[in-house]
């Protein structure tokens, strides 16, 4: 069922974005804002009601500075009370691990991720053997942190799953991402070469295996970036792309139903 404001319940507490790589709640230049990292999705829920925060963390640095940035700009954006957690990509592994590992599992209701690589990416193993010595002393030599390209390897992901643990009374939810190579731009051939090769159905970078994660899971059919409402130019062209804003509505909607 398509969403709309009409059927998105209002919840009693704030909502708050967490993005992947990349970390921008939004880029702008001369006043005018570029690009949105979920473009659409906060005014989707706002209409309803509902308090909605985009969250800005480190680009490119690891989980856990990620984490704290999150921590951080959450205390100066809802300083007190409680509130829920939706993570794109590696802001789903930020928000575990700020909710598990910073103090804030007494204000954490829950956490809805939406195609997090729990398990890692085959695709970072990848890129990380082959290109590792050549790219780490360029990027060491400009000052640009890049622990998180690590992060997402499959190894650092089952270590993080030992120590980070779900936190009692915290409810968990995910959405994966699957897409059909002939929807994907050519930038996904690679890593979803890679990914479907060594664990099937995926997003462009991260496997529907990987993207599952706590009590209730579903699958949304777009590449990795489609699921945070970025268009989908390829499925424009085959009939039409609805667009991924409405599906949070459902993420929304099922929060509610579990009494929130």
């Given at each position: 069922?398509?969403?709309?404001?009409?059927?998105?319940?209002?919840?009693?507490?704030?909502?708050?974005?967490?993005?992947?790589?990349?970390?921008?709640?939004?880029?702008?230049?001369?006043?005018?804002?570029?690009?949105?990292?979920?473009?659409?999705?906060?005014?989707?829920?706002?209409?309803?009601?509902?308090?909605?925060?985009?969250?800005?963390?480190?680009?490119?640095?690891?989980?856990?500075?990620?984490?704290?940035?999150?921590?951080?700009?959450?205390?100066?954006?809802?300083?007190?009370?409680?509130?829920?957690?939706?993570?794109?990509?590696?802001?789903?592994?930020?928000?575990?691990?700020?909710?598990?590992?910073?103090?804030?599992?007494?204000?954490?209701?829950?956490?809805?991720?939406?195609?997090?690589?729990?398990?890692?990416?085959?695709?970072?193993?990848?890129?990380?053997?082959?290109?590792?010595?050549?790219?780490?002393?360029?990027?060491?030599?400009?000052?640009?942190?890049?622990?998180?390209?690590?992060?997402?390897?499959?190894?650092?992901?089952?270590?993080?799953?030992?120590?980070?643990?779900?936190?009692?009374?915290?409810?968990?939810?995910?959405?994966?991402?699957?897409?059909?190579?002939?929807?994907?731009?050519?930038?996904w051939f690679l890593p979803y070469s890679v990914v479907t090769k060594a664990e099937g159905a995926n997003d462009g970078v991260v496997s529907v295996a990987s993207a599952a994660w706590g009590e209730h899971s579903e699958v949304w059919s777009g590449?990795?970036?489609?699921?945070?409402?970025?268009?989908?130019?390829y499925a424009r062209r085959r009939g039409g792309w609805p667009g991924i804003a409405p599906d949070y509505g459902r993420i929304v909607r099922r929060l509610a139903q579990a009494g929130f």
């Amino acid at each position: 069922m398509i969403e709309t404001e009409s059927l998105i319940p209002q919840l009693a507490a704030p909502i708050v974005l967490a993005p992947g790589l990349g970390g921008y709640n939004r880029v702008s230049a001369c006043g005018q804002t570029l690009r949105n990292y979920f473009p659409g999705v906060p005014e989707l829920l706002e209409a309803a009601g509902n308090r909605v925060i985009v969250a800005r963390v480190s680009p490119t640095d690891g989980v856990a500075r990620r984490a704290a940035d999150l921590k951080r700009f959450i205390g100066a954006a809802v300083p007190t009370g409680p509130f829920h957690l939706i993570g794109h990509s590696m802001g789903g592994l930020d928000s575990r691990y700020m909710t598990a590992k910073l103090g804030m599992e007494g204000r954490v209701l829950s956490v809805t991720t939406v195609g997090t690589p729990h398990r890692g990416s085959t695709f970072a193993d990848w890129g990380v053997g082959r290109f590792a010595r050549l790219v780490l002393p360029l990027l060491k030599w400009l000052g640009i942190p890049h622990q998180a390209f690590f992060d997402l390897t499959t190894d650092a992901c089952r270590r993080f799953n030992e120590e980070v643990l779900d936190v009692p009374g915290v409810r968990y939810y995910s959405v994966a991402g699957d897409c059909e190579r002939s929807l994907l731009g050519p930038e996904w051939f690679l890593p979803y070469s890679v990914v479907t090769k060594a664990e099937g159905a995926n997003d462009g970078v991260v496997s529907v295996a990987s993207a599952a994660w706590g009590e209730h899971s579903e699958v949304w059919s777009g590449d990795h970036l489609n699921l945070v409402n970025w268009p989908n130019r390829y499925a424009r062209r085959r009939g039409g792309w609805p667009g991924i804003a409405p599906d949070y509505g459902r993420i929304v909607r099922r929060l509610a139903q579990a009494g929130f």
